[in-house]
């Protein structure tokens, strides 16, 4: 896996990062977007598209976030693929740059 996923894409769920990718590895759940390890191609598109700074490269993903290495692999099974952009939810900004939005997430 190139790329993850990681907390504060958690009820931001900006979708500005599936328009860029070439791929198509983004994976859409209720509140909340993974990278399919097994398409992602390391092109480094999305990373810079992210408004919530919520995309890693797996070598830079800080220490208190590696389990969603493993989320993002389950979840990318179980979620349909999302190829266009979508508005953010309305309550978006109050949640970007929230701390510990785990227990938000909803599979």
């Given amino acids: 896996m190139a790329y993850v996923v990681t907390d504060n894409c958690i009820r931001c769920?900006?979708?500005?990062?599936?328009?860029?990718?070439?791929?198509d590895c983004f994976h859409e759940g209720p509140n909340f977007l993974v990278i399919d390890?097994?398409?992602?191609?390391?092109?480094?598109?999305?990373?810079?598209?992210?408004?919530a700074?919520?995309?890693?490269p797996v070598d830079e993903l800080p220490e208190n976030m590696t389990h969603f290495i493993a989320l993002n692999e389950e979840l990318a099974q179980a979620w349909p693929v999302l190829t266009e952009r979508k508005s953010a939810p309305d309550d978006a900004e109050q949640w970007d740059g929230k701390a510990d939005k785990l227990q938000y997430l909803e599979k």
């Fill in 13 to 23: 769920k900006y979708t500005d990062c599936v328009e860029v990718c070439p791929v």
């Fill in 37 to 51: 390890p097994e398409e992602c191609i390391d092109c480094t598109l999305c990373v810079p598209e992210c408004p």
């Fill in 53 to 56: 700074n919520a995309i890693y």
